[in-house]
């Protein structure tokens, strides 16, 4: 079965750019949810869809945004890229909303210049 | 506020030399406790869910526990591969968000 699939792996962007990051779930998982990892802050929830709608908001500017398409697979936006947005995001899928584990994919690795 | 500390920062062990990772946490109603092993350049790897107090598994030479304040994980014969950070996440509330400890950077030199 196939894991968390997230493209692109690397990506280099400039100031006040913006970039778009895609996650493909576990095949049958609904619910999608974004994290971003720093070395200084560790990892910080961005937020969570299921079935298409956002349920929950991390504590990030509105910079940050997402969708969730009726296959389940979704996407992250930045716009207005900043330096401190360099990062790795991570993506998380996992069967429904209940208390169950969520999976993660490798990431995207983003830099910012 | 939601709040997990991980402890200790980092850990060297030598292979063969058990040990104890500690997860302490501060959750308005804890739906589930989550251990992760992340390797470098991967993403955290689902290792156990804890759902109430006095609750245990194992799984190889990993054994996690749940008391209503803390979370151990227990490593019983440590392997150079066991090399890892692990990560303890808390969920609480509504949906799926986890709130995540710093995590603890294990190394098990043979």
Known sequence: KAGVTQTPRYLIKTRGQQVTLSCSPISGHRSVSWYQQTPGQGLQFLFEYFSETQRNKGNFPGRFSGRQFSNSRSEMNVSTLELGDSALYLCASSLAELVQPQHFGDGTRLSIL | ?110
Request: hydrophobic share 30%; charged share 25%.
């Open chain 2, 1 to 110: 506020e939601d709040q997990v500390t991980q402890s200790p920062e980092a850990l060297r062990l030598q292979e063969g030399e058990s040990s104890s990772l500690n997860c302490s946490y501060t959750v308005s109603g804890l739906r589930g406790l989550f251990w992760y092993r992340q390797d470098p350049g991967k993403g955290p790897e689902f290792l156990f869910t804890l759902y109430s107090a006095g609750e245990e598994k194992e799984k190889e030479r990993l054994k996690a526990t749940l008391t209503k304040k803390e979370s151990f994980l227990h490593i019983t014969a440590p392997k150079p591969e066991d090399s890892a950070t692990y990560l303890c996440a808390v969920q609480a509330g509504g949906g799926n968000k986890l709130v995540f400890g710093a995590g603890t950077i294990l190394r098990v030199k043979s």
